[in-house]
């Protein structure tokens, strides 16, 4: 039997339906698309009903989506408390500008904190889960946060200096956590604060940043905190301070330590601190006369000065000073004690001043094998976080909360110890905030282990091969300042050491990533291990001239930093067997295209989700390009890589306000370099 095809009047009602429907669709398409990837975040829960993970429209009253409030198109309140809900909070909450309130406390929800948050929170809880890592920079910037609870997580390592732009803070609750170390300096910017909740951490110092807050409530039980209590925390209505190692009763005049200064307030003490004040003042000035009419003397007497130093062996020994000013060379680290050609007054004053503003070597730590095979579980299979041809690296934790990574080698691969402390030495003179610093080793007969601090966010190759649709997807402007970041600790190695570090293994595996995406380059200072670095490199990262032994120079190191950068713009792997043969090796796939500014688009990440300015776009294809040249000779250093991709950031910046260095939680689809 045929079908009558419905009169044009009813035809015409069905589409005026259909059109009318997605007309009155009430809720903002960008909130949808953030709590249809918290959905899925959370394992789609059915404790949440109405919620979909693909569309739908909470703001309908004919739609109610379970905990969630509107305003209009708006989603103003995430109300999701005590609901046994699992999984992670997404990666898409920053897109939610409306958003006053996001409460999921007293769940099992577990990971990192997501750096994306809605930005104009009032009140954020998340009490009661499992939440580990570290604060998200992306808090620094909620202006309008007036409740902060994350008691009773699993957070973990120092306070970041986060709450210098938080006026209207008023209650935080940070209990029940694993913190560690002092209080940050930002504290005192807290003017609002009321309720202040630290108990049960391992947050250790002094607590005279506090005093002059104004709290009603202060709860420091159960950590490790110093010193005295100063006066005025006593006199607020609610103080817990059980529980700690402070002293007890007032603090000696002058004695407040960790205070910037005396206290100027009106007060019987004034008259006794003052006085100890310039007293003190007095006898310095005293003592520094006498220091320098002994050293006066003594040049009367020496026409070359010589000053003690520590040697590698921890011996003293003594460096000629007159011979230090004819030095022409030092070190990434110290001054060395054995003098070198002249070089002019100018030249030695800028090299002195470079060496200043970079600080002292570490001291790294000498650790028992005992105690770190403990601490992995007798490196267990459990705790291999990574593998390559230098070692295999371990997670390890202690009792204290502390989370380390020991990179441990083949005891075969050094001919003694003294060839593996030469590595230590070397490593421990490189300092920079993108580059792995290490914090200690292990020289026990049978191991050879280095120690570093845990980067809570593994690498950049798991961020971009490794996570699926709804884990966390890095934004463009993180991208480039991952890419700014690796530069500069490249530039670091090649440019201000002296000698100069190849590096030699610079691959998106070896960019690792801290709580807040900051990028940090791993491996520096193991050419030991390289000779073949088409073996440690992998396919993919090769320049073209180390195809022979020793055709690795430092330009080397820039092609592979492009590669990184094109696996940054495209999403792509460095090498991907699983593609057609014309596709394999992303240079050679991309790079014919990275002057099309239409072929660009097609290469862009899908999980960037079109949310990048195509100029963007284009001018860091530029980089891409004059880096993975196949001449060394043609390709730029890497302070010029730097000079270009932070004349990037600014441009990124110009427009519209971004917070830090590395910030990560801001839409990139307005802005234009």
């Given at each position: 039997?045929?079908?009558?095809?419905?009169?044009?009047?009813?035809?015409?009602?069905?589409?005026?339906?259909?059109?009318?429907?997605?007309?009155?669709?009430?809720?903002?398409?960008?909130?949808?698309?953030?709590?249809?990837?918290?959905?899925?975040?959370?394992?789609?829960?059915?404790?949440?009903?109405?919620?979909?993970?693909?569309?739908?429209?909470?703001?309908?009253?004919?739609?109610?989506?379970?905990?969630?409030?509107?305003?209009?198109?708006?989603?103003?309140?995430?109300?999701?408390?005590?609901?046994?809900?699992?999984?992670?909070?997404?990666?898409?909450?920053?897109?939610?500008?409306?958003?006053?309130?996001?409460?999921?406390?007293?769940?099992?929800?577990?990971?990192?904190?997501?750096?994306?948050?809605?930005?104009?929170?009032?009140?954020?809880?998340?009490?009661?889960?499992?939440?580990?890592?570290?604060?998200?920079?992306?808090?620094?910037?909620?202006?309008?946060?007036?409740?902060?609870?994350?008691?009773?997580?699993?957070?973990?390592?120092?306070?970041?200096?986060?709450?210098?732009?938080?006026?209207?803070?008023?209650?935080?609750?940070?209990?029940?956590?694993?913190?560690?170390?002092?209080?940050?300096?930002?504290?005192?910017?807290?003017?609002?604060?009321?309720?202040?909740?630290?108990?049960?951490?391992?947050?250790?110092?002094?607590?005279?940043?506090?005093?002059?807050?104004?709290?009603?409530?202060?709860?420091?039980?159960?950590?490790?905190?110093?010193?005295?209590?100063?006066?005025?925390?006593?006199?607020?209505?609610?103080?817990?301070?059980?529980?700690?190692?402070?002293?007890?009763?007032?603090?000696?005049?002058?004695?407040?330590?960790?205070?910037?200064?005396?206290?100027?307030?009106?007060?019987?003490?004034?008259?006794?601190?003052?006085?100890?004040?310039?007293?003190?003042?007095?006898?310095?000035?005293?003592?520094?006369?006498?220091?320098?009419?002994?050293?006066?003397?003594?040049?009367?007497?020496?026409?070359?000065?010589?000053?003690?130093?520590?040697?590698?062996?921890?011996?003293?020994?003594?460096?000629?000073?007159?011979?230090?000013?004819?030095?022409?060379?030092?070190?990434?680290?110290?001054?060395?004690?054995?003098?070198?050609?002249?070089?002019?007054?100018?030249?030695?004053?800028?090299?002195?001043?470079?060496?200043?503003?970079?600080?002292?070597?570490?001291?790294?730590?000498?650790?028992?094998?005992?105690?770190?095979?403990?601490?992995?579980?007798?490196?267990?299979?459990?705790?291999?976080?990574?593998?390559?041809?230098?070692?295999?690296?371990?997670?390890?934790?202690?009792?204290?909360?502390?989370?380390?990574?020991?990179?441990?080698?083949?005891?075969?691969?050094?001919?003694?110890s003294s060839d593996f402390m030469e590595i230590v030495n070397s490593i421990s003179k490189l300092r920079h905030a993108n580059i792995c610093e290490i914090v200690g080793y292990c020289s026990d007969p049978g191991y050879y282990m280095l120690v570093y601090?845990?980067?809570?966010?593994?690498?950049?190759?798991?961020?971009?091969?490794?996570?699926?649709?709804?884990?966390?997807?890095?934004?463009?402007?993180?991208?480039?300042?991952?890419?700014?970041?690796?530069?500069?600790?490249?530039?670091?190695?090649?440019?201000?050491?002296?000698?100069?570090?190849?590096?030699?293994?610079?691959?998106?595996?070896?960019?690792?990533?801290?709580?807040?995406?900051?990028?940090?380059?791993?491996?520096?200072?193991?050419?030991?291990?390289?000779?073949?670095?088409?073996?440690?490199?992998?396919?993919?990262?090769?320049?073209?001239?180390?195809?022979?032994?020793?055709?690795?120079?430092?330009?080397?190191?820039?092609y592979s930093f492009g590669v990184v950068m094109l696996e940054l713009l495209t999403g792509r792997k460095a090498y991907d067997s699983s593609k057609p043969r014309a596709e394999q090796c992303l240079v050679k796939f991309v790079t014919p295209q990275l002057?099309?500014?239409?072929?660009?688009?097609?290469?862009?990440?899908?999980?960037?989700?079109?949310?990048?300015?195509?100029?963007?776009?284009?001018?860091?294809?530029?980089?891409?390009?004059?880096?993975?040249?196949?001449?060394?000779?043609?390709?730029?250093?890497?302070?010029?890589?730097?000079?270009?991709?932070?004349?990037?950031?600014?441009?990124?910046?110009?427009?519209?306000?971004?917070?830090?260095?590395?910030?990560?939680?801001?839409?990139?689809?307005?802005?234009?370099?």
């Open positions: 039997m045929a079908h009558r095809r419905p009169p044009p009047i009813a035809r015409l009602a069905v589409i005026l339906s259909v059109v009318v429907a997605v007309a009155v669709a009430k809720t903002d398409k960008g909130d949808v698309e953030a709590l249809n990837v918290l959905f899925t975040s959370m394992n789609k829960p059915s404790e949440l009903s109405g919620w979909k993970a693909d569309g739908g429209d909470p703001c309908d009253d004919d739609d109610e989506w379970k905990g969630i409030d509107c305003s209009g198109s708006d989603v103003t309140e995430i109300d999701l408390s005590g609901l046994g809900l699992s999984g992670t909070l997404g990666y898409k909450l920053s897109s939610m500008k409306s958003v006053t309130k996001l409460d999921v406390s007293n769940n099992n929800l577990n990971g990192d904190i997501p750096y994306s948050l809605p930005p104009n929170l009032v009140q954020l809880n998340l009490q009661g889960n499992s939440f580990s890592g570290g604060l998200p920079f992306s808090i620094s910037k909620m202006s309008d946060l007036e409740t902060l609870n994350l008691g009773k997580n699993h957070l973990n390592g120092q306070l970041a200096d986060i709450f210098s732009h938080l006026p209207k803070l008023s209650t935080m609750d940070l209990s029940f956590n694993r913190f560690s170390g002092n209080l940050p300096h930002s504290f005192q910017s807290l003017t609002g604060i009321k309720t202040l909740n630290l108990e049960d951490n391992q947050f250790s110092g002094h607590i005279d940043i506090l005093a002059k807050l104004p709290l009603d409530d202060l709860n420091l039980q159960n950590n490790k905190f110093t010193g005295w209590i100063p006066s005025k925390l006593k006199d607020i209505d609610s103080l817990e301070t059980g529980g700690n190692p402070l002293s007890s009763g007032s603090a000696p005049p002058g004695m407040m330590k960790g205070s910037s200064a005396v206290s100027s307030s009106s007060g019987g003490n004034d008259g006794g601190i003052n006085g100890f004040a310039i007293g003190a003042m007095v006898i310095a000035v005293l003592l520094a006369a006498l220091i320098l009419l002994s050293v006066l003397k003594r040049k009367r007497s020496s026409p070359v000065s010589s000053h003690y130093y520590m040697d590698d062996s921890g011996h003293s020994s003594t460096i000629d000073m007159k011979s230090l000013e004819n030095s022409s060379s030092m070190d990434c680290r110290t001054p060395p004690a054995v003098p070198r050609k002249s070089i002019n007054d100018n030249e030695f004053e800028n090299k002195l001043n470079n060496s200043r503003r970079i600080s002292d070597p570490i001291s790294p730590v000498t650790y028992l094998s005992s105690d770190l095979q403990t601490a992995t579980g007798s490196f267990h299979s459990s705790r291999l976080i990574g593998q390559g041809t230098t070692g295999r690296v371990y997670k390890a934790k202690y009792v204290d909360g502390r989370v380390l990574a020991v990179k441990k080698f083949d005891p075969l691969s050094f001919s003694g601090n845990y980067q809570s966010s593994g690498s950049l190759y798991e961020f971009l091969h490794l996570s699926d649709d709804y884990s966390k997807p890095l934004t463009w402007d993180t991208r480039v300042r991952i890419a700014l970041g690796t530069a500069r600790a490249l530039e670091y190695l090649h440019e201000v050491c002296s000698p100069s570090v190849i590096h030699k293994n610079v691959k998106s595996s070896n960019v690792l990533l801290d709580a807040d995406l900051n990028p940090r380059l791993s491996d520096c200072g193991l050419t030991f291990f390289y000779e073949d670095t088409s073996e440690s490199l992998g396919p993919g990262y090769s320049a073209p001239e180390c195809t022979r032994s020793s055709g690795y120079v430092m330009k080397s190191d820039v002057h099309d500014i239409d072929a660009l688009g097609t290469l862009a990440d899908p999980a960037l989700r079109g949310l990048y300015p195509p100029k963007a776009l284009s001018r860091f294809a530029d980089v891409i390009a004059r880096c993975v040249q196949s001449d060394p000779e043609f390709r730029p250093s890497m302070s010029e890589v730097s000079q270009m991709l932070t004349g990037c950031i600014q441009r990124t910046t110009s427009n519209r306000r971004i917070g830090g260095p590395l910030s990560t939680s801001q839409r990139s689809d307005t802005s234009d370099w």
